[in-house]
């Protein structure tokens, strides 16, 4: 089975990888998904906002156009031995192709784990799915296999 890799870059720290849950996307970073299928270069609500107001062409904002410009050439080197070349993508927030990085996230954060006053600061997009998260399953099953009750 092929794991799905997840590179975060963002202004502060170099690309590291990130853990493929919904707390790994803050608002003001970009995100950089191989799943072997697709290449996908994701600029989260922040970097998206900047980029359409045209930053990276001012002068003051070189940090900025190489924040852009980093996924891109990371992308570029990932699919040279690969068969079959992978389709790449490279899209903003609140656009339509969300949902292949969507599908590949742990749902730690659902609509279901907190009301709409309690949304924590840093925390990752809502992801809305019938599915239980990673850690919610992981509970259920040891409360199965040592016999204890859950509610």
């Not at 720290?13 to 803050?26: F, G, H, I, R």
């Not at 924590?120 to 799915?129: E, K, L, R, W």
Request: glycine letters at 6%; a negative charge; proline letters at 7%.
């Amino acid at each position: 089975m092929l794991q799905p890799t997840l590179v975060s870059y963002n202004f502060d720290v170099p690309p590291q990888p990130a853990l493929l849950d919904s707390v790994s996307t803050n608002s003001d970073i970009t995100l950089l998904l191989d799943t072997f299928f697709n290449i996908l270069i994701f600029h989260r609500e922040m970097v998206a906002q900047w980029k359409k107001a045209g930053y990276q062409d001012q002068e003051g904002y070189k940090n900025f156009r190489e924040l852009l410009e980093a996924p891109v050439t990371n992308a570029q080197d990932l699919p040279l031995g690969s068969f079959p070349i992978p389709q790449y993508i490279v899209y903003d927030e609140g656009g339509s192709q969300v949902c292949f990085l969507l599908s590949k996230l742990n749902p730690s954060t659902m609509h279901m784990m907190m009301s709409m006053y309690s949304m924590a600061a840093g925390t990752g997009p809502v992801i809305f799915m019938y599915n239980v998260s990673f850690q919610v399953f992981m509970e259920h099953l040891k409360c199965l296999a040592v016999g204890t009750q859950t509610n």
